[in-house]
């Protein structure tokens, strides 16, 4: 019987059997798809999630970020990272070295999927295998959390999300992030010298659509894409718990309200390596209260955000408040930090 099995091999998997392998715990993934995984992903990472990332020995190459900057038309605010600096890194690059970073540590990494979990006394099974433990990371819209009746009710609004690489050298080390009535593009520096464009909306529009809600930002990106157009959606998912028996949820498995703070990969290393530091000190029961903590700040700062985003009386005054309360907005996106 092995310590913990993990199903996913995404950024919250990978960081989970990196922490357990760490505390010598004897750790299988199982993921069905080949690494590096790509997936629709802002692909910034705030400065918690790269000093989390180093924690676990993950060295990972990227543009520096110093800080967010929020864009509408010829008005902007700025924000620069206080204490820390973010990186920008292609979402391939980050689950490479993620994925190398296990295998050094002998984490075994097995094709296949998760389902039909039994549990025990003192055990979980599935997949084949026998474990102590299973901690579900796997995904949005994670079959684990559906199987195991934690899965809420659906979102009342729901908001979608889409990406593409461009050819363009970074012009500035912010994350900038445009604002319109549709919704948002999020301007991310990567450490190839391309850019990631990232595009929220309650709106399901093809790519160039959302794109064109941002005039400026189009015109200097036109002609110079680089890849596919991947998307994601809907956001917001729901879990009725972070626990149930044996089992763990991590990661945007455990629940997931929005992509507008760009604090996903930060999360998924938090709370992947506080479930395994539950169940390496026979704690499992503490994890819950320790999710709540850790992602209160990022639930409460989104939700305004996105209630603000939601009325177009609140919506127009969301990039001049910024602009006319730099203190506020330095300390909101330091509070994510």
Do not use: N
């Not at 059997?17 to 590096?36: D, H, S, Y």
């Not at 010829?74 to 689950?95: C, D, I």
Request: aromatic residues 4%; contains cysteine; glycine residues 14%.
């Amino acid at each position: 019987m092995i310590d913990l099995l993990v199903a996913g091999g995404g950024p919250a998997g990978l960081a989970a059997a990196i922490r357990a392998a760490g505390l010598g715990m004897e750790t299988v993934v199982v993921e069905p798809r080949t690494a590096p995984i790509d997936k629709a992903c802002g692909e910034g990472i705030m400065p918690s999630g790269v000093a989390a990332l180093k924690a676990l020995g993950v060295p990972v190459a990227g543009h520096p970020l110093h800080g967010i900057r929020y864009v509408e038309g010829p008005r902007s605010a700025v924000a620069p990272f206080r204490g820390g600096t973010g990186l920008g890194v292609r979402r391939t690059a980050l689950h490479a070295a993620l994925h190398l970073r296990a295998l050094e540590l002998g984490v075994r990494i097995v094709p296949g999927k998760v389902a039909g979990v039994r549990q025990g006394g003192d055990r979980v099974e599935a997949a084949g295998l026998t474990a102590r433990w299973l901690i579900a990371a796997d995904g949005l819209h994670s079959p684990l959390r559906r199987e195991l009746g934690l899965d809420g009710p659906a979102a009342p609004v729901r908001r979608y999300g889409l990406r593409r690489h461009y050819r363009v050298a970074p012009w500035t080390g912010f994350v900038e992030v445009h604002w319109s009535r549709h919704g948002e593009a999020y301007v991310t520096p990567l450490g190839d010298g391309s850019v990631g464009v990232a595009v929220l909306s309650r709106e399901r529009l093809p790519y160039a659509g959302h794109l064109a809600a941002f005039p400026r930002l189009a015109a200097s990106l036109r002609g110079r894409e680089a890849g596919p157009v991947r998307g994601a959606g809907p956001l917001r998912r729901r879990a009725r718990a972070r626990r149930a028996g044996r089992v763990l949820l991590v990661g945007d498995a455990a629940g997931y309200l929005d992509a507008l703070t760009g604090e996903g990969v930060a999360l998924a290393v938090a709370t992947a390596s506080a479930a395994v530091e539950a169940l390496a000190a026979g704690r499992p029961q503490a994890y819950p209260a320790r999710w709540q903590r850790l992602t209160l700040r990022h639930r409460l700062l989104t939700a305004g955000l996105l209630a603000a985003a939601r009325r177009p009386a609140t919506a127009r005054l969301i990039v001049p408040g910024a602009h006319l309360a730099p203190r506020v907005f330095g300390a909101a996106v330091h509070a994510l930090q």
